[in-house]
C-alpha cells in the first residue's frame, strides 16, 4: 500500500452524472489535499455516455466502466480490490461534502483505535437528519415498532424506538449499530478482515449488513455529528418522496427498487435472525414483508 494514499473514496454511479458532478466539485472545494486521496468512481452501464462525460470531466478520477449494472455492492467491492488508502469512504453520489468533513472524520479515526466504521451527521434538502445514518439492527421487534408506528408514538423510548436509536441526542458522538451507505467510512483493517460487502445485496442493504459484521468483529460504528454532508437521497431509484421530483429514474427503475427494497429485508433476516428466533416468528416476519412489498408496488401503479 502506498503510504502516501490515507483515504480512498469510492462513489458508485448508475444515472446520477448531473448529482455526481456537483458531489466530485463539493470534494475539491472541501479542503482536502487531492495527492493524498484518490477517488474511485465506478459507473453501472449509465445511459447517455456519463462514462465517457466523467472521463472527460474529471481527469484526477480513477473511472472504472462496467458493461452492465452490476449493483450497489459489488461495484463498491471492485473498486475496494484497486483502492490503496488506509481508510476506505463509501460515498453515494447524490451527496454534498462539507469543508473540512474528510478531515474531521479521518482525526476522528486515528484517535479511535477501535472504532472500524463511522459516518458523520447526513443532512437532507429538507434541512432534517437522515435518520438512516443513525441506525438500530432490524431485529424483529424493532421492525415491529417501526411499520406499525409505534416507534412514532414513542420517539425518545429505548423499548420502542430501536430502530432508528431516536433516545440519542443527535448533536453528541454516539455508538450506533449501522450508518447509511451514502457516507460509510472504513478502516481498512477492518474491511479486509469481514470480508466487505455481501454481493448478495444488489441494490439497499449492503451497509447495515456490512455494519452488523463489523460489530459482530468487535469493533466499533460510530456517529459524529461534528460535521456533515448533504444528501439528496433517493436520486437512482426514484421511490424516496423527497427527492422523486429531482429523480430522471423510469416506472421501469422505481419498480426495480421497490423490489430491491424489500428483497434485502429477507435476505437479512435469513442471513443473520433464521438462526436466533423461532419458525413461527419468521412466518411472521416474512408476511409481513410480503405484505409492505405488495402494498408498496400497488402504489407506484
Same mark, same amino acid.
Given at each position: 500500500m502506498k503510504q502516501d494514499i490515507i483515504l480512498s473514496v469510492i462513489i458508485v454511479n448508475f444515472n446520477t452524472y448531473s448529482f455526481l458532478s456537483k458531489c466530485l466539485e463539493s470534494i475539491k472545494r472541501s479542503n482536502v489535499i487531492l495527492e493524498k486521496i484518490e477517488i474511485i468512481v465506478v459507473d453501472n452501464n449509465s445511459g447517455n455516455k456519463e462514462a465517457e462525460r466523467i472521463k472527460e470531466t474529471f481527469s484526477y478520477v480513477n473511472l472504472i466502466k462496467n458493461r452492465e449494472n452490476i449493483g450497489f455492492a459489488k461495484a463498491n467491492n471492485q473498486a475496494i480490490k484497486k483502492s490503496l488508502g488506509k481508510y476506505v469512504l463509501l460515498l453515494n453520489p447524490d451527496t454534498i461534502v462539507k469543508k473540512g468533513t474528510f478531515e474531521t472524520m479521518l482525526k476522528f479515526m486515528e484517535k479511535n483505535v477501535k472504532v472500524g466504521v463511522a459516518t458523520c451527521r447526513v443532512n437532507l434538502v429538507s434541512g432534517q437528519i437522515d435518520d438512516a445514518c443513525n441506525r438500530g439492527f432490524p431485529s424483529p421487534w424493532n421492525a415491529f415498532c417501526h411499520f406499525s408506528g409505534l416507534a412514532k408514538l414513542f420517539p425518545q423510548s429505548k423499548f420502542f424506538n430501536g430502530y432508528h436509536l431516536g433516545f440519542w441526542n443527535m448533536e453528541q458522538v454516539h455508538e450506533i449499530d449501522s450508518c447509511v451507505g451514502a457516507f460509510l467510512l472504513v478502516?481498512?483493517? +477492518?474491511?479486509?478482515? +469481514?470480508?466487505?460487502?455481501?454481493?448478495d445485496y444488489f441494490w439497499y442493504g449492503e451497509d447495515i449488513d456490512f455494519c452488523y459484521k463489523v460489530k459482530n468483529a468487535g469493533w466499533k460504528v460510530m456517529y459524529v455529528p461534528t460535521t456533515s454532508i448533504l444528501h439528496y437521497k433517493g436520486v437512482s431509484g426514484g421511490i424516496k418522496k423527497h427527492s422523486q421530483h429531482l429523480s430522471l429514474a423510469d416506472k421501469?427503475?422505481?419498480?426495480?427498487?421497490?423490489?430491491?427494497?424489500?428483497? +434485502?429485508?429477507? =435476505?437479512?433476516?435469513?442471513?443473520?435472525?433464521?438462526?436466533?428466533?423461532?419458525?413461527?416468528?419468521?412466518? =411472521? +416476519?416474512?408476511?409481513?414483508?410480503?405484505?409492505?412489498?405488495?402494498?408498496?408496488?400497488?402504489?407506484l401503479g
Open positions: 478502516r481498512r483493517e +477492518v474491511g479486509e478482515r +469481514v470480508g466487505w460487502l455481501d454481493e421501469k427503475i422505481k419498480y426495480l427498487a421497490t423490489r430491491s427494497r424489500f428483497e +434485502v429485508m429477507r =435476505i437479512f433476516y435469513e442471513k443473520h435472525y433464521k438462526k436466533k428466533y423461532p419458525e413461527w416468528i419468521r412466518a =411472521i +416476519v416474512l408476511w409481513g414483508i410480503k405484505l409492505k412489498e405488495y402494498l408498496s408496488l400497488a402504489a
